[in-house]
């Protein structure tokens, strides 16, 4: 069983910064592909990157391309995504889960965090 835990959640203004980073609890994290997933207030549940399993190869949705960018250390079992040029629409819960495989559309994930929150005030 992998536990995940996200941090680095917070208020921030729009046009600012934040990393979230994904703490993996056991060394099996390296043969999972990771993703971060977003809720806002009454919206659905959406993707919004993932990364190989090495690190070479990511996703992103398209709404935060070129903003967004997600990377792992498999030596800290550890996964980030660093979010710049905030916005308000940005506001949401961000949750790390680990998959089989990494794809844009894949959704039958292994293990989920329970998420961090990030509020973009304008």
């Known amino acids: 069983q992998v536990q995940l835990v996200e941090s680095g959640g917070g208020l921030v203004q729009a046009g600012g910064s934040l990393r979230l980073s994904c703490a993996a609890s056991e060394g099996t994290f390296s043969s999972y592909a990771m993703y971060w997933f977003r809720q806002a207030p009454g919206k659905e549940h959406e993707f919004v990157a993932t990364i190989s399993r090495g690190g070479g190869t990511t996703f992103y949705a398209d709404s935060v391309k070129g903003r967004f960018t997600g990377s792992r250390d498999n030596a800290k079992n550890t996964v980030y995504l660093q979010m710049n040029s905030l916005k308000s629409e940005n506001t949401a819960v961000y949750y790390c889960?680990?998959?089989?495989?990494?794809?844009?559309?894949?959704?039958?994930?292994?293990?989920w965090g329970k998420g961090t929150l990030v509020t973009v005030s304008s």
């Open positions: 889960a680990a998959g089989k495989i990494v794809a844009p559309g894949y959704k039958n994930m292994d293990y």
